[in-house]
């Protein structure tokens, strides 16, 4: 430590001032020490991190890297000092920072930077100005490695885009290729190009019956092989469960499209073994090309749609190409949706009545109940013109429910007539999404008790195809109503496909025998045959029978002759409008 020295004894004399100095150099040497310690461990800090760190002087040339940097590069620390910075950028990419830094002190940006043996990644620097005394002297540059980052980003955008199952592309994807072709479909006035939706037929039964997993599986088998017969540049998509969707681009004309569908399924014609189990596999597809001025993606994916259900109700394994009349029928079908909702509001439904004869004495036993639709512009409508849409809308339980509530009434009103002697009993047709609906009997009650007709006055027709189609369930429903005292009677009997086990489960009081065999009688061999094995059948269930579709005196004759017990038909009588029912009630005679 210096001192001052006394002249005489060479002692050292410190005066209270340069004790202080003394003290102040100390703190000073302490001060070096310290910020030296700090500056190794700041650089040793720089040296083991995991970023890059360079620092250049205002022309480029490096000072200083770290090991991060250099490793990053593909060099060693020694080859990059005294280098332009420059040598780390890729190629029309450049380093070099100095001008936006001193514009804006701190720069961010992403740039692609280059390693020794020419590969190029994406990086993210950050440049900020070291200042000395008179100003900047050198530019301090951060490098991140964003490879990672890009392929997460990369994988995250893939995950949006493609189904997981089958890794092919989805829903979003699919519509980003349509809008390009549709974008190309604009620029070049002859490019053609179709979707095709292919919908697995019964893939419903194969996974009920052998599993989701294994219908996972073949859901991937089938995606692989249809994939196989693609051309690179047609798009391939998962659509939903079991419907995919092919985007077949530059295409000749409807033609070419058809090739396509009847390449996939040709190529599904041979089985799939999963598991060592093999299953046989069949396809329908819809198809819609481009050729019809569409704009939208969604225009495609919609007509296609309608095209592969055309193709569905045309039967398994065939395809349909979407034409402006299925739009049409389309364009209708909403319509009729629609005025069949209004038609609820505006009370448009009107109810017939068709009489029920006794055949051996010509009476009056019974009505039926047959809805009509007054419609505003088309006038009258049968059940034909508009039954299916409202059962698909589930509208018909709501028109179903009218419809009873209003025969019953009216059946009260005609049992009260002096010309009607005995109970007049009241038929009324029931939907299947009616019988099924778990209120239906509470429903029912409550209409025979607010109106007031007998339980036994009323029979429920259900359609042997409505019951057969879901036996059990339907079995207990009809127990239940049979619980009510109503009757049942089973429609159209012959069409559908009860077997006989069920047949004399089912608490069925009544078989009425389908218009078709009726009409076939006398002109058909066999027709009669069929109508007497009905009877016999019905006398050994204890059932009685009704024929419908009377219409002519030569039929009646033979159904007579056949002891059958009841007839319904335009021989007697057309279904009525009520006014002109409550006429005939009064003054027909017996009608046989
Ligand atoms: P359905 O219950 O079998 O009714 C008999 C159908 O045959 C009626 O047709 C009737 O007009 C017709 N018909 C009767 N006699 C003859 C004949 O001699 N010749 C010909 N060619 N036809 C005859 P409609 O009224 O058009 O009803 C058709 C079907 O619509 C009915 O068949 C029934 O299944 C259904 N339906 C009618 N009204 C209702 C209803 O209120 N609710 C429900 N769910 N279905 C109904
Ligand atoms: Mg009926
Ligand atoms: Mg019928």
Redesign the pocket.
Known sequence: MPATHDAQDGKAIETPAMQELFEKLEDAEKGRQHAEKALKRLERAVDTMHIGVTITDLDGTILYTNPADATMHGYAVEELIGENVDLLAAPEHSRLAVEQVLRVRVWEREAVDARKDGTTFPVLLISDVVEGPDGPVAIVTTCGNLTERRRAEQQLIDDALHDPLTGLANRALLIHHLERSLGRARRQKNYLFAVLILNIDRFQVINDSLGHSFGDRLLVSVARRLHACLRPTDAFARLSGDEFAILAEDISKEIGATRVANRMRGLLAAPFIIDGQEVFVSASIGIAVSSNGYTQPDQLLRDANLALRRAKARGESSHEIFDTVMHQNAVTLLQLETDLRRALERREFR??Y?PIVALDTGRVTGM?????WEHPSRGLL???DF?AVAEETGL?QE??WW?LREACTQTCKWQSMESVSHPLTLS????RK?FTQPDAVKRIGNILKETGLDAENLML?M?ETAIMNDAEPALRMLSQLKALNVQLHM??FGTGYASLSFLHRFPIDTL?I??SFV?DMGTRPGASEIIRTILALAKNLNMRVIA????TKEQLTELKDLECDLG????FC??LEPAAATAFLRDHPPLV
């Open positions: 109810t017939f068709q039926e109940a047959l809805v009509r049968a059940p034909k039954l018909i028109i179903g419809v009324v047709n029931l939907s009616q027709e359609t429609d159209d009425k389908d218009r009409v419908e579709g009377i219409e319904q038909g335009n021989y057309r279904p």
